[in-house]
Nanobody, 124 residues
């Protein structure tokens, strides 16, 4: 069972940049499809980005496409989310998640293992 720990969340100004990290406990990290989700105070947990096991294919929610980039370092068991041109509506708790399923996984039910989240606050 993989354990996930997010980090990197902080206060950022609108238009700024931020990089989130997710450290996985297992050396079999490369065997998991990975994703980022987020949840605001009044919202459901929503999909942000996903990436295949080898990192060769990534996909995004329309709200972050062109601004965020998901990547992974399988040699160091780490997932990243580079956030650029951050908007106030990006403020949320960000979660990384792992799945043993195949395909483009956008539903939270597709993911079995979750981190506890890291808070991103957007304010001038």
């Amino acid at each position: 069972q993989v354990q996930l720990v997010e980090s990197g969340g902080r206060l950022v100004q609108p238009g700024g940049s931020l990089r989130l990290s997710c450290a996985a406990s297992e050396h079999t990290f490369s065997g998991y499809h990975m994703g980022w989700f987020r949840q605001g105070p009044m919202n459901e947990r929503e999909f942000v980005a996903g990436i295949t096991r080898g990192g060769d294919f990534s996909y995004y929610a329309d709200s972050v496409k062109g601004r965020f980039r998901i990547s992974r370092d399988n040699s160091n068991n780490t997932l990243f989310l580079q956030m650029r041109k951050v908007k106030p509506e990006d403020a949320a708790v960000y979660f990384c998640a792992a799945s043993d399923r195949l395909g483009a996984l956008r539903d939270r039910d597709d993911y079995k293992w979750w981190g506890r989240g890291t808070q991103v606050t957007v304010s001038a």
